[in-house]
């Protein structure tokens, strides 16, 4: 039972290395989303997908891109990495928008220097 | 971006007390969700409510949607030491199969010995 599966747990980057974080899910859910968490502002969402070939832009979307090229998979893209990146980056999915609500990833912690 | 105002921030309790938090809010929500953070890993979900005036159970867990679509809580009775980690609310709207889910800035819930 693997739900959502985010790699690598743990990155330090320096100030403008790109880098991809992984995403998948295996439980042929349609919507995928990418968020980030910084402390004391809750879950805020970069990009999101509604299914394969379609994504679309969240609240922080500046600095990342996404693909979708598959179900399974939403790798998300740090182009040039910057220190208000440094955040944790949590994955989620479901089934369809709107449906039953979401399971996430265990988070990527991601430090920029 | 809109963001829920959660509250408490923190709670410091002692095992066996009762539990409660609340989030507020301007808009209206289709959905109302309750997840909680274990350090390390990503929100799980605890409890979702569909309907204005829902109230629902899950165990020692107990959530309501309010009337006005605005607002909801989270009680937990009888607190044990597993309990302990962050709670966040979220808020979904829905239209049209556009979505957007919003999230609380957590409630830290800490159980001293």
């Known amino acids: 039972n693997a739900g959502v599966t985010q790699t690598p747990k743990f990155q330090v980057l320096k100030t403008g290395q790109s880098m991809t974080l992984q995403c998948a899910q295996d439980?042929?859910?349609?919507?995928m989303s990418w968020y980030r968490q910084d402390p004391g502002m809750g879950l805020r969402l970069i990009h999101y997908?509604?299914?394969?070939?379609?994504?679309d832009q969240g609240e922080v979307p500046n600095g990342y891109n996404v693909s979708r090229s598959t179900t399974e998979d939403f790798p998300l893209r740090l182009l040039s990495a910057a220190p208000s990146q440094t955040s944790v980056y949590f994955c989620?999915?479901?089934?369809?928008?709107?449906?039953?609500?979401?399971?996430f990833g265990d988070g990527t912690r991601l430090s920029i220097l | 971006g809109q963001q829920l105002n959660q509250s408490p921030q923190s709670m410091f309790i002692q095992e066996g007390e009762d539990v409660s938090m609340n989030c507020t809010s301007s808009?209206?929500?289709?959905?109302w969700l309750w997840y909680k953070q274990d350090p390390g890993e990503g929100p799980v979900l605890l409890i979702a409510?569909?309907?204005?005036?829902e109230l629902t159970s899950n165990g020692r867990l107990t959530a309501q949607f309010g009337i006005t679509r605005k607002d909801s809580f989270l009680n937990i009775s009888a607190s044990i030491p597993s309990d302990v980690g962050i709670y966040f609310c979220?808020?979904?709207?829905?239209?049209?199969?556009?979505?957007?889910?919003?999230f609380g800035t957590g409630t830290r819930l800490t159980i001293i010995p």
């Open positions: 409510l569909y309907k204005a005036g």
């Open positions: 989620a999915s479901r089934i369809v928008p709107g449906g039953q609500p979401q399971h």
């Open positions: 808009s209206i929500f289709n959905t």
């Open positions: 997908s509604v299914g394969a070939g379609i994504t």
């Open positions: 979220a808020g979904l709207i829905s239209n049209f199969g556009n979505e957007k889910l919003t």
């Open positions: 439980m042929n859910h349609e919507y």
